[in-house]
């Protein structure tokens, strides 16, 4: 079922070597810019023939009813409050360790630079929904906004026809559990583009403003809306199809392996599943299981298609050195530790969205229950991004207060400086508060 790839004996830089879904999102760019243009020039009307043409739903409003919010949480079933409740305990009380506080900084006598943490004023947090629905995704991105002081929260979900042309009703109960009020039932690169722009709508009261970032994961769609928007707002990262990497030895269960290279799977036909491991026993009885497990998964025709795709497969690699070498160069939005020692080998990768270390740290705890945030970087961009975070949504600004006693000491190296890199002007707005 999975593709194999040996990379034993080899000694090349493994990147161009692994498993990746061939997904161009310069291409992506292109093919929504259209969208992305006309809502920025049109707004409200270019907003509903996108939502009719890729969603099936004709938008009366962009905004979704207070009312249907407070239904939604009403009706929501009692095992799932009481999940959704726990879900957010934990990710508040991770995320609150992540405040920060201001930091002074006396150069010298006198003289003293400030770093401020300035939460964004308004955030636009996009909730997909498509193969499936992501209540979970809320906690996600509100928590941390919350936690960060972000005093204007938005969310965004495409509308379902089977829920009146509303976001999923779990979707909209998760959002009243958090004190979130504002949504739109808008969903795909229109919704980016509407939080990016902002956007009239039926009337005063339906208007979106725009926002100052935009977080959450999406499809190839939501990801190029992102990229495009860049730069007029700020983004958290490019998350897009999902993905798991396991580097494993012969001491883990196939059981486990499969069980979760299949949780993953089930995402998407684009979702990524990779396993890297040492051990030929342990790949042979980890198909094995495949083979018992997948028939048996709900989604089977969607686990199958992932599974087998280009994006998956089996590494085999010479030891657990190496592995960490190629889970590093992959760079996986999750990846798994199944090995001896395995927290002394998560301690030492350096690219990954988010490590799961050992036999009872599966990733489907960490997209529910963890604490943890699940939004996290894919497609190799580990290598540079983080997932959301409290710091997601905070500014750092510096606050310089230098005395006339602190200048006057150091205005010669300003002016040094400024000579040398023939800018003099720069010199003389120091030297003129000190005239002869």
């Not at 992506?28 to 099936?56: C, L, M, N, Q, Y």
């Not at 339906?206 to 970032?213: G, H, K």
């Not at 005395?403 to 000491?409: G, K, M, N, S």
Request: proline content about 6%; glycine content about 8%.
């Amino acid at each position: 079922m999975l593709n194999r790839i040996d990379l034993r004996g080899s000694h090349r830089d493994p990147r161009g070597l692994l498993p990746r879904a061939q997904l161009d999102v310069s291409t992506a760019v292109e093919k929504i810019r259209p969208v992305v243009e006309a809502v920025r020039e049109h707004g409200f009307s270019a907003i509903r023939e996108a939502t009719e043409r890729f969603d099936g739903v004709v938008l009366e409003r962009l905004r979704v009813p207070k009312e249907a919010i407070t239904a939604a949480v009403d009706n929501l079933e009692p095992d799932v409050r009481a999940a959704l409740l726990v879900v957010i305990e934990r990710a508040r009380k991770v995320h609150g360790d992540q405040r920060r506080t201001d930091i002074t900084t006396q150069v010298v006598p006198g003289g003293t630079v400030i770093e401020r943490h300035v939460p964004v004023s308004r955030v636009g947090l996009y909730v997909p929904g498509g193969l499936a629905v992501y209540p979970s995704t809320v906690v996600m991105n509100v928590v941390p906004a919350q936690v960060a002081g972000v005093e204007s929260l938005v969310v965004a979900s495409p509308p379902q026809p089977e829920n009146g042309g509303l976001p999923d009703a779990r979707v909209l109960a998760a959002c009243a559990l958090l004190g979130v009020d504002e949504v739109y039932a808008v969903g795909g690169a229109q919704a980016v583009a509407m939080l990016g722009y902002g956007s009239d709508g039926a009337d005063e009261d339906d208007r979106c403003a725009p926002v100052d970032v935009i977080t959450g994961p999406g499809n190839i769609w939501v990801t190029a809306a992102k990229r495009l928007l860049q730069g007029t707002v700020g983004i958290d990262s490019e998350a897009g199809p999902t993905e798991i990497a396991i580097l494993a030895d012969s001491t883990a269960s196939p059981v486990h392996v499969a069980a979760d290279l299949i949780s993953q799977a089930e995402h998407d036909p684009l979702a990524a599943s990779v396993l890297v491991t040492d051990s030929p026993e342990l790949a042979e009885a980890v198909e094995a299981q495949l083979a018992v497990q997948v028939p048996a998964t709900k989604h089977e025709a969607r686990v199958r298609e992932a599974l087998g795709g280009r994006q998956s497969g089996v590494v085999f690699v010479d030891d657990l050195e190496q592995g960490l070498r190629v889970v590093d160069a992959y760079a996986a939005e999750h990846l798994e530790i199944q090995t001896r020692d395995a927290r002394a080998l998560a301690m030492r990768v350096r690219n990954a969205g988010a490590i799961f270390v050992g036999a009872y740290s599966p990733v489907s705890l960490g997209d529910y229950a963890a604490g943890s945030n699940h939004v996290l970087p894919t497609a190799g961009c580990a290598r540079h991004s983080s997932g959301l975070s409290v710091q997601s949504f905070l500014r750092g600004i510096h606050v310089i207060e230098y005395d006339e006693a602190a200048l006057r000491e150091t205005a010669p190296h300003v002016v040094a400086l400024a000579n040398a890199e023939d800018l003099p002007a720069h010199g003389q707005a120091v030297t003129a508060r000190f005239p002869s």
